[in-house]
């Protein structure tokens, strides 16, 4: 059924007790052209195009609790394409593109709202970095403008400008940058394979790959064995796992982030605002708490939760830059488990096993990526070559010594 | 030869400000006290080289080097335990410790020294209710069974490594802290100090008024 | 988390750094006189087990008595089972095991 003023009002009617389910719950085939491990964003993004844009309808979507449930439900649904390095401005800004259209692509509301995205400076040196990263976007044609403190102080009046430690000096500014509602992402992108024909199977864990020759002819599962032409995964956290099963080791470590909520306050922050200096970054949601997080725990971890010295750090953060942030509640608090990778920039490539597909590697920035992910990924499983805007994502590259690593930081993931 | 002489001076100077801050006007729930002219000499073992150590410090000090977590106290000199194998030669002046030329004698070859005399600030905090204040910002437990008289811990309060023990009882049975900070972050955390005291009454001693 | 430090007694996991997996062991270079080739070196630097449940990870006790320390623990759960000192930390043993 699409959405629209008419269906709504067809729906308010019957007091909207008639609204149909918006995807099916098959039991799984025997078989299926692709199957793709993982029902988030990147697994239901990746269905999507590989049944709108490749003309394979043939797809599972195997999920081992609720699609959702894993980052696609943890993140801060910040969206941005502020990156400087090749490989990631381009491919960022075609997610960018890829989101400002989702609403009509996918019939769906998800909330998309390029309310501004603003990363402060506090120095000189900090200023000049930021010049140069917002350079590179302009000239990749991606919106970026440099603000100095008054300027700041118009858009942002209640920051703290006379931190003695971190004075704010102005900030790097893409107003085209700014939130999506996360569930919406993935239920809409769900409903839209859905009509496509695509199978999205919940509660059903991969246990272990079937293999012919060597070759991945499908995944053993808690709802039996499915036969697969190609098998994708977009497990982000547990890609390790999953990679372990067909005997792969990824220059990848799974890493614990907190992400905070405060109570409901009248509007506030306009956009999103990051103290990257204090480990801080904040937005307001539409039900109007804030949203806020900072750096990982800093521990390998799966456990979905993380420790108090990380909580208390990024309330300082928040102390020092937004001193009035004290006097609100904090409502909610959890942890999500981030495929780290060794530069800091994710994987979309082909693994040495025949008919195994990687996207992986998305750091504490996989949300984002979500549409362009699914895109790039669908290309490579359809065509079995990288899409032009992943061509750089290679698993191969710390090999060859090709890595794209935004902070300068090295193969210590933790601090990415 | 030097043709001008260091003169140093309390870290604590502009901080520290004299007299009772905070509720109250009945006694004190916290006393500050900072001494500004110390001793302080790190002493760290060589590999193998404990019983030597042990040896030269018991003849030099009047005590054996700490066990883990303690204090040990000489005749006029305090040792700090400080980390495995090391520990905190820690005196006032003016004394009559063994200068610092003597112990570099007393552990030659047993032991590496560093002279920490001017790089390090000395806090003590003490009063009925000293514990409640440090409990805002330690996160070691100071309960009498776990951190009893002659306890010692490094540790970290607000970010900043803290050599921390707890001396004898004060007159009136209260506990006393020793804080040993390094100097330059010490402005800092005798602002936490004071700060985290205010609710209790807080006396604060003048810089060499004694304790 | 709490973390027991061997030295110190049970300490607020704020006062520790994380530095990772303590299994994989440095190849030795053939400058070092060793014979290992570049596949090693690639394994030792990018690859990780990344394990789901109990490992043998280094911490280090920097806002403590700053030494480095072996501790397993669950990757799951956040459970210590043993912590221990690092060799080489602490000055009563003499050389210890993974000392040059």
Redesign the interface.
Known sequence: MKYSIFSLARAALSSHKNWGRAWRDPAPKSHYDVVIIGGGGHGLATAYFLAKEYGIRNIAVLEKGWIGSGNAGRNTTIIRSNYMLPGNTSFYELSMKLWERMEQDLNYNTMVSQRGIINLYHSDAQRDAFARRGNAMRINGIDAELLDATEIRKILPFLNYDNARFPIQGGLMQRRGGTARHDAVVWGYARAADEFGVDIIQNCEVTGFQRTNGRITGVETSRGIIGAGKVGMAVAGSS??VAAMAGL??????HVLQAFVSEAIKPLIPGVVTFGAGHFYVSQSDKGGLVFGGDLD??????Q?G???VM?DVCEGGMAIMPMIGRVRLLRQWGGIMDMS?DGTPIIDKTPVDGLYLNAGWCYGGFKATPASGLVFAHLLARDEPHEEGRRFRLDR??RGAMIDEKGQG??P?LH | MPDFVWSSQSPLKKALVPGRHGAGKAAPGVSLSHVSDIALVQVMTRRGRNADVAKAAKKLFGAEPPAALKISSGKVVTLVWSGPDQFLAFSELPQTAPSVEQQEQAFAGSASLSNQSDGRCQIRISGPNARDALAKMTSLDLHDTVFPVGSAATTSIDHTAVNFWREADDASGNPVYVALVFTSFSDTLWHLFVESSLEYGVEVAAIGAGH | ?RIACPFCGAR???EF??L??ASPKRPDAPIDGGTAVEDQF??Y????????GL?R?YWYHGGGCRSWLIAE?S????EFKSVTAAPGAGAAKAKQAGER
Do not use: C, K, W
């Open positions: 390790s796992r080791r990824l220059p990848i470590e799974s800093g521990y390998n971890s799966y456990a939760r420790n108090m010295p208390e060794m710390f090999r193969a210590q933790n | 988390m607020d996991s704020g750094t994380y990772g997996d690639y394994d630097v990018y690859l990780r087990d990344n394990v789901a490992t990870e623990r990757t799951t759960t956040h």
